[in-house]
């Protein structure tokens, strides 16, 4: 490959930021680091900065610098944050005019009308990296503007799939933490059990392929294999298939239209059989409240993912259980009016529905 991208990395200690890292190490001629940020956990990135040698390379718990300039001298910018916190470097790196790899679902759920926005005002690119969307990106050629009739997200279904909604009252977070086919960050994979997680890549798909509700369904299919299907007015579908293996669409972001050599190739005969079911939305309810809240727009989104995050975290700690996720995100969206939507007003959404889920959560 004829480049040499110098990649801003936010998020580079967790799971989506250490492949990217594996990534980087496979093709050193292709790529290099310029910026490195974790979160909190500074002893996991002196390694990193002495085998990378970026230019800039912090914590942001104690970082006082400028946003801007982490995406000084990158080609790219890759957003592989956790959460709402997300949202902030997604802006940033758009308003450095940077192409955003965008890992973080949370920036377009809770600010997919903004961040949308902001990146065709200045003319940048978003590059998905979710492997459903990199699967929809591939089936329309790496172009997100290109037409089609539907989308069909598929899910692996969880490690819940099978149980009543009794029994999943009485799961434990190792349980839920126990992805079938995935592995990936604790938050993402909650909301994996939950189809939470479901509901955020409908958002998601509605801002990065500006599709209607309407056209964007989910199914399960238990062995993520086909990473999901774009349906066109002729009624073709066009799939994307491999192992379930974030490296392959993490690289893509960063190679596409050419390809680099990358995972295994899959072995059809090995696999068998593949299976589609209908998704039991009844038994899911926080995949119904992303999709209604996605539908209402405005600050809802927000809300709910803000919702979403500190109920996640008090199931984690044992606090509540599965199913109160749902009834958490749905109390706070029942108390939730419309707001601004800009950054400020998604920065006063997501602290006010964490005052409220808190409040149901600790009883304050
Ligand atoms: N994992 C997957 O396979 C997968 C697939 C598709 C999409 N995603 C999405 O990708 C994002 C990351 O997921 P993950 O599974 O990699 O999560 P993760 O393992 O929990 O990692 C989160 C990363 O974000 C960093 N971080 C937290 N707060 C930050 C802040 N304020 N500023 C900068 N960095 C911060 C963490 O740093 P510390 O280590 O210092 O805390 C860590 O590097 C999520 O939005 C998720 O939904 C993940």
């Given at each position: 490959m004829n480049f040499q991208k110098k990649i801003a990395l936010?998020?580079?200690?967790g799971s989506i930021g250490r492949q990217v890292l594996d990534v980087v190490r496979a093709h050193r001629d292709a790529f290099s680091l310029s910026a490195l940020v974790c979160g909190g956990r500074r002893e996991r990135l002196l390694p990193l900065a002495e085998e990378f040698s970026p230019r800039i390379c912090v914590a942001a718990d104690s970082y006082r610098g400028t946003m801007d300039a982490l995406f000084e001298g990158c080609d790219v910018a890759f957003i592989?944050?956790?959460?709402?916190?997300?949202l902030a470097y997604t802006l940033a790196a758009i308003r450095a005019g940077k192409t955003v790899l965008l890992a973080n679902k949370e920036s377009l759920v809770a600010g997919g009308e903004i961040v949308m926005g902001e990146a065709e005002k200045r003319g940048v690119e978003i590059v998905p990296v979710d492997s459903e969307h990199s699967a929809i990106f591939q089936a329309l050629h790496f172009d997100r503007r290109a037409k089609f009739s539907r989308l069909v997200l598929t899910a692996s279904?969880?490690?819940?799939?099978?149980?009543?909604k009794e029994e999943m009252a009485l799961v434990t977070p190792k349980e839920a933490l126990a992805h079938p086919t995935w592995k990936m960050g604790k938050k993402v994979t909650v909301d994996s059990a939950t189809l939470l997680n479901k509901g955020y890549e409908v958002i998601e798909a509605k801002w990065l392929?500006?599709?209607?509700?309407?056209?964007i369904d989910a199914v399960v299919h238990?062995?993520?294999?086909?990473?999901s299907l774009v349906y066109f007015e002729d009624g073709a579908a066009l799939a994307q298939l491999g192992y379930p293996d974030m490296r392959v669409p993490i690289q893509l972001a960063l190679t596409y239209p050419e390809r680099l050599p990358c995972a295994p190739r899959l072995d059809l005969e090995k696999i068998g059989e593949l299976h589609f079911l209908r998704l039991p939305a009844e038994k899911f309810p926080c995949y119904t409240l992303a999709r209604q809240a996605g539908e209402v727009g405005n600050i809802f989104p927000c809300a709910l993912n803000a919702a979403a995050e500190e109920a996640v975290e008090a199931f984690l700690a044992g606090r509540?259980?599965?199913?109160q996720i749902a009834e958490t995100i749905e109390g706070v969206l029942a108390k939730t009016r419309k707001g601004e939507v800009t950054f400020a007003g998604l920065l006063d959404a997501d602290r006010r529905a964490r005052t409220l889920a808190q409040d149901m959560l600790y009883g304050k």
């Open positions: 936010i998020g580079c200690t592989a944050a956790g959460g709402f916190a997300g279904g969880g490690p819940f799939l099978r149980k009543t392929y500006g599709a209607d509700f309407s056209q238990p062995e993520s294999i086909v990473h509540i259980t599965l199913p």
